[in-house]
């Protein structure tokens, strides 16, 4: 298809904040991004990377990217976080998200992680459907539970 | 009420792991376990730690305990993710918990996280009314997906 998986690297991260911005759009939540170039690069090429990614190019540019990192089960063991998974917009049905998608359980597969998982949402069929396709399980009896910066330090000041 | 919190050491991970079992048959899967202590030292106590918890000391005995660890929102930089809280069956109604949770939330806010999170059993009312009465932001839209190991084996197999 002309496109290449390969590693995020340093120069990428612009292309990839801009991404994660589309995203964000497209998760209705056009303003929620509010990380920086900076930030990215200091979280994820810093002594103690926070996340890895890889990337998809497509003649020169960063159409799609993977970013995912360690977490724990005390039930499983080590296991891999998706946090995002993106295709641009109008490079979809190319097979770009499941050649990044597939790179990332190969990551996992070698790491011998003992879970891949991730959030979907609930009206995103397009993507539940292709999850449950690859053999992947959707949960839908647990919520998620969210303390953000400003609850915190309203919870951490009267406590 | 007589208990401490503090930080977890290696000699606590027998009592840990009992508790990790408790909450398992608590949600309805006993057999989910598949941690063993070495596991939990390894993975606690290695180079590249995954993991770091708090313990509740009753007595002399580990009676609660909160497990957490880094994660990374593309949205908002470092978050932490609670991973367990758990305090003995007997020994709820105590303020155990809260003391729990209140010392995982002063870290998360000496360390600047953008986020703590963690989920919840939907049918786990208490807990989510707990969370709310602590500012906690119940999110209900999302989906959890996972591929368990023996799926990701089957995935890379066929992929």
């Known amino acids: 298809m002309g496109f290449i998986i ?3 690297k340093f120069p ?3 292309q990839v904040l801009n991404l994660i911005k589309e995203l964000a ?3 209705k939540e056009p303003d929620a991004v509010m990380v920086t170039e900076n930030d990215l690069i200091r979280d994820g090429f810093g002594k103690k990377p926070l996340f890895k990614f890889y990337v998809a190019e497509l003649e020169g540019v960063v159409v799609g990217m993977a970013l995912f990192y360690p977490r ?3 039930w499983k063991g080590k296991t891999i976080h998706l946090e995002d998974l993106i295709v641009k917009q109008n490079k979809r049905g190319l097979g770009i998200g499941k050649a990044l998608y597939k790179q990332v359980m190969r990551y996992a597969y070698k790491k011998k992680a003992k879970r891949v998982e991730w959030v979907v949402l609930d009206w995103n069929k397009t993507a539940l459907d ?3 396709s690859t053999g992947a399980t ?3 009896d647990w919520h998620l539970a969210q303390m953000d910066e400003k609850a915190l330090n309203i919870f951490i000041n009267k406590n």
Chains 1, 2 share one sequence.
Do not use: Q
């Open 6 to 8: 390969r590693k995020g």
């Open 12 to 14: 990428d991260i612009s």
């Open 25 to 27: 759009a497209f998760e």
């Open 72 to 74: 724990y089960s005390t």
């Open 130 to 132: 292709f999850y449950k």
């Open 138 to 140: 959707i949960l839908t």
